[in-house]
């Protein structure tokens, strides 16, 4: 309840209803001032995330280091002490999510810069070599301003390595290759090709495909884009994953104890959690990265991470145990089956993830 002054009018601002007291017995609405001075408004801010971060912190810590207690919680009834389970997945997920896309790869990696006088970048740029469109012409040219000194070493490396990918995208024959040097091509075989030379309708699409997602591009600018892609739409797959994650859990157990939604809301905290843990593994890489690369360093980093990755691969087990409340035997037995038969799945699904994030390259 707020310390904000009630309003003279009596009337709801919500649904009209006639408001004795402090909130509407309609609708649960506060009759007080909606009109807030900036301290009120940060007193208000403040109040609704320490209550927030009550709940948060608390659901966390059980999230983490007591598997399946959330969901035997939110199953008895015991909810408001814990945020709700598909508002936890989707605000995990959220936030794993976005800094994954926004972390770099490597935070050590110095960005190559050239500084050169006015006088350099003038001879440099104004130089016809610079202009054509021989490759050899190129690495030469490149070779001689490194020489020069008009770039350093790490500069001409950068510029030579450039002039080979172009020469590996202007070679048709260099990778994705399936004997169509263009969609021209292919579209003159199959109007105008004899009849054993014409694709079926699905190979021409393919085929197609593949010429448009490559064109103009090198093998590592359709590597970036296509592990971009993929990335972007991993939680669409997690969507369709989990409901048959959860169909899995009911195939083995018992259909009168336990309801689909049971095992659903397992689910979502046991994905809440690898997503969690996933997200905590590349934080922890990222801050230790960017102290340096050192043989200490790299020591805990390999031992935190491994650290992880077993708690991972361990927790499903003991939430399996407590969450079911089955002889560790079964759990161990029924565990495997289950890891084996999600295997399977997820096989299936990140081959589709993979097909439909290399067609949807632009």
Known sequence: ??????????????????VENRFCPNC?????????TFVQLFIHFFEDLTHYENSFWKTIRNLIFKPSALTKEYLSGKRMS???????????SFVTFFLISIIPDNPSEEIVEVSQTAAKEQAITTDPIAKTED????KKWIANME????????????????????EESDDASDYMNFGYRSVEHLDSIQKFGKADEKLS?????????ILLVKKGKTKEEVYEKLMESFTRNIPKALFIYMPLFAFVLWLFQSKKRWYYFDHGIFTLHYFSFLLLASL???????FIGMLGNHWVLNTIVYIVDSVIIVYMLYYFFPAHHRFYEQSRFKTIIKGIFIFFINLIILTFILI??????????H
């Open 1 to 18: 309840m707020s310390n904000n002054p009630l309003r003279k009018d009596k009337t709801c601002l919500n649904c009209r209803h006639v």
């Open 28 to 36: 649960g609405q506060e009759n007080t001032d909606t009109r807030k």
């Open 82 to 92: 814990y945020l709700a389970p598909i508002r936890l997945y989707i605000f995990i």
């Open 135 to 138: 490759n050899l012409e190129k």
């Open 147 to 166: 020489k020069k000194g008009y770039i350093d070493k790490k500069a001409a490396d950068s510029l030579q390595k450039a002039v080979s990918q172009r």
């Open 201 to 209: 309708d699905w190979e021409y699409w393919i085929n197609k495909k």
């Open 280 to 286: 905590i593994l590349e934080l922890f890489n990222f």
């Open 352 to 361: 589709g993830l993979f097909f439909f994030s290399f067609i949807n390259i």
